[in-house]
């Protein structure tokens, strides 16, 4: 699994919305209980960046695994949608923890699409912390195409 380079920062970059994302605990603006994780297009790959409360912590002072996944897994479907056009399911997501992951610091989480093997798209992401290369998590993952667009 090798991560997708971190690209430069966001100001520049031109942001992705999605026409309906309801409740979404990791995307929408309407969930305060939310991330609400902002997604821009980031040359092959989409871009986020968030900085982790520490009420999302797991041991003091370094992200939950868990809320790690989610952010992986929001980036991910977030770079099927707007790379593609198709919604997703997460088939599989398979995670390298590299490093702890800072609360209190910027994350910077990418994904690309690695490959499309028709019925699903295989997609890697990472989370870096901001100024930083070296990937603190990494993820892999079968995203299946969803029937129906609604």
């Known amino acids: 699994m090798t991560a997708p380079p971190l690209a430069s920062s966001l100001p520049d970059r031109d942001e992705l919305v999605f026409p309906e994302s309801g409740l979404c605990f990791g995307c929408s603006p309407l969930n305060a209980a ?7 297009r980031d040359g092959d ?7 982790m409360a ?14 790690q996944a989610v952010l992986l897994d929001e980036i991910s479907c977030a770079a099927a949608f707007f790379l593609t056009g198709t919604r997703v399911m997460t088939g599989s997501l398979d995670l390298r923890y590299r490093r702890a992951c800072p609360t209190g610091e910027r994350l910077g989480v990418r994904a690309v699409i690695a490959r499309d093997e028709g019925r699903y798209l295989v997609i890697r992401a990472a989370i870096h912390t901001v100024g930083e290369g070296a990937a603190v998590t990494e993820s892999e993952g079968r995203f299946y195409r ?5």
């Open 54 to 67: 520490p009420e999302y912590q797991g041991a003091p002072g370094v992200v939950h695994g868990g809320m």
């Open 146 to 150: 969803r029937e129906s667009q609604e």
């Open 34 to 40: 939310g991330l609400r994780l902002r997604f821009f």
């Open 45 to 51: 790959g989409v871009r986020a960046e968030t900085t």
